[in-house]
């Protein structure tokens, strides 16, 4: 059963004042939690670190939020937690309160251990992305714009939806980051004006580069992702996953996605065992 | 004190899987109680109705929330009244469960009665507003950008920050939208990338249409912020706001302002009497 933590304490609820739920004040990690650890824990609380500098939110003690993930986890092995801090309660008002108390949400929702997701039918989304280069990158509390393209299709054999940003370049998935192979060159989007920088795609970006590929962040088109000899996702509990087709255009399965799962498995992201 | 109703019970606190606290998946109204009444409640209920059909959220019945505002008022003379609709609780994941039950969230804030708003002092903020034409209008619950706004300045004869879309053009102001009047005509910003379309913006293109005065909405620079002859700013819960000055550039209190306040006072909006 799901596990929810508020500051430390089970609850099932939250202060109707907390500025999460008024205002979206507030940011997110979601973490693989595998063999009774949390999985690249350091890279999901140095984002959450540098989210809350950005947002001028003091970010809670680590030593708190590691001990909470283990209260929430209790003896489970396997499962997905989530870290969220919010900039807390406050009186009505965009304004943030002059001494802002921030409010910590763990959870932890119970699974069976990871199994090897199979390569993803994708779709284009028609909704965009929002674009503002001040919340680049970060996984805040407002994700209507992921919720509304998500909600395009309900078909279960369609597994993931690419998103564009309003000018029409292709940013990410609804849930993932999203890597193509150009020109024999791995290549993703580049996310100063939209998009979350995940911690899966940091984590392969730095495995390309150790296995001596050439990775490059830049704009990608529709015909990039159409003309592309492979094309992956990434994601926090998935690892990469490659695309089997898009819009019913196949993709093959290549050798850049192929050495790329063996280092991830390698570095225990078992979902990548083929 | 302030009063919450959760699906017309008093409470103080939500669920925490709210798809509206975990990923902004909802919309509100802020609406002036004076004298007993919700003003202008049928405009916010239509823009409420049309935000929900937009995103897809079930809107709730109108007299359970015209009988659930009244619960929250007691005998409040004057305040402030929230309305916020989530598409309610469900399972971890972007995809809106295939049942949803929205939640109804009514707050009322009480006040003294209201008074006149004073010429204000604003400034241009550095923080953009985020772009997406599926989102441009409504009132997210998403307002991160706002906060982020908001949170630049703490003097308190600061009165309203102007925001600009991530291409410099003037949109409104952190809680407020914006009119000016250049070569003689009233011009306010259109709102199809971005910004909120506020009730009292609203309340006020139709005043000027029946007073006869030109409106167009437009794109606005910060050099036709500059240059108007006249500034004022709009909100549900001030009427229309004379800018006396933005970053200290000096405007007067000219004759659309003035004609357009007389409107508002004979239509109910105290705040505008001089």
Known sequence: VD?????????????????????????????????GKPRFLELHLERLAEGCARLAIRMPAEQRLRAELRMAAADHAHGTAKLIVTRGSGPRGYA??????????????????????????????????S?????????????????????????????????????????????SNVFAVRHGRLVTPELSGCGIRGV???????QARQLGMEVSETQLSLQDIRQAEELFLTNALIGIWPVASCDGQPYALGP????????LVAIGVDECRP
């Open 3 to 35: 596990t929810w933590l508020v500051d430390g304490q089970f609850a099932e609820t939250i202060p109707i004042t907390d500025r999460g739920f008024v205002y979206g004040d507030g940011i997110f990690e979601t973490i693989a939690f595998r063999r």
């Open 256 to 263: 850049f996605t192929t050495a790329l799962r063996e280092a």
């Open 200 to 206: 899966m795609r940091r984590v392969v970006i730095g």
């Open 96 to 129: 943030p309160p002059t001494a802002p108390e921030p409010r910590r949400v763990v959870a932890f929702f119970p699974s069976d251990a990871a199994t090897s997701a199979g390569p993803a039918a994708v779709r284009i989304c028609r909704t965009v992305l």
């Open 131 to 175: 674009i503002n280069p001040a919340l680049a990158g970060l996984k805040t509390l407002g994700r209507l714009d992921h919720v509304l393209a998500r909600a395009e299709w309900r078909d279960p054999d369609i597994a993931e939806g690419l998103m564009r940003d309003p000018a029409g370049r292709v940013v990410c998935g609804t849930m």
